[in-house]
Every structure is written in structure tokens, then in C-alpha cells.
Nanobody
Framework: QVQLVESGGGSVQPGGSLRLSCAAS????????MAWFRQAPGKERDFVAS????????YNAKAVEGRFTISRDNAKNTLYPQMDSLKPAGTAVYFC?????????WGQGTQVTVSS
């Protein structure tokens, strides 16, 4: 079992940047393909980006391609996204989970609001 805690959200103006964090407990994080998801108000939760255990084979959804950099530090059991050139459409609650999401791993998420 892995527990995931997201943090680092906040309010930012369009064009701004944010770096979120996802802290994982447990000893299996370094073996897992991890991903970020987001859920905008009134919409379903969508996939954003994923990263293999060794940090390779990064895949980004088209909506964030070129603006969203996912990374991980296995020594710290932490997953990151660096989000640049944020758009109002990026307003959402951001979650981390395994690439094939496990129901019991969903955390509270962290709110990101992009607004002028």
C-alpha cells in the first residue's frame, strides 16, 4: 500500500509557473510508473502526464505538451510536475497516482487556480 500526499498548489496568473509535489510513503514508489491527473470543476478526472520508474519514457497529454515537465526523485519518494505557461484551462485539482490508477491511492489533491 502506498499513501500519496499532494502539495504546492495555489493561485497563479496566466503565463505563470508552479511546481507541485507528491510525497509517497511506502517502499514500492521507486518501482511504480507514476502519473499526474487533474479534475477541473464539473468535469471528469483527466490524465496529464506519466513517468516510468527510472525516470524515462515520459508521456504528456496533448493539452500540456511543451509546458508540463514531470519528474521524480526516488531517493525522496517524491513526484513532481513543473508547470509553465499556465492557462486558465489548467484550473483544477491535481492528483498523483500510479499510471493505472489504484482506487485506494487517491489523495486529497492540491488546488491550482489560474486566473488574472
Amino acid at each position: 500500500q502506498v499513501q500519496l500526499v499532494e502539495s504546492g498548489g495555489g493561485s497563479v496568473q496566466p503565463g505563470g509557473s508552479l511546481r507541485l509535489s507528491c510525497a509517497a510513503s511506502g517502499q514500492t514508489f521507486s518501482y511504480l510508473t507514476m502519473a499526474w491527473f487533474r479534475q477541473a470543476p464539473g468535469k471528469e478526472r483527466d490524465f496529464v502526464a506519466s513517468i516510468m520508474p527510472n525516470g524515462n519514457n515520459i508521456y504528456n497529454a496533448k493539452a500540456v505538451e511543451g509546458r508540463f515537465t514531470i519528474s521524480r526523485d526516488n531517493a525522496k519518494n517524491t513526484l513532481y510536475p513543473q508547470m509553465d505557461s499556465l492557462k486558465p484551462a489548467g484550473t483544477a485539482v491535481y492528483f498523483c497516482n500510479t499510471y493505472l490508477p489504484r482506487k485506494g491511492y487517491w489523495g486529497q489533491g492540491t488546488q491550482v487556480t489560474v486566473s488574472s
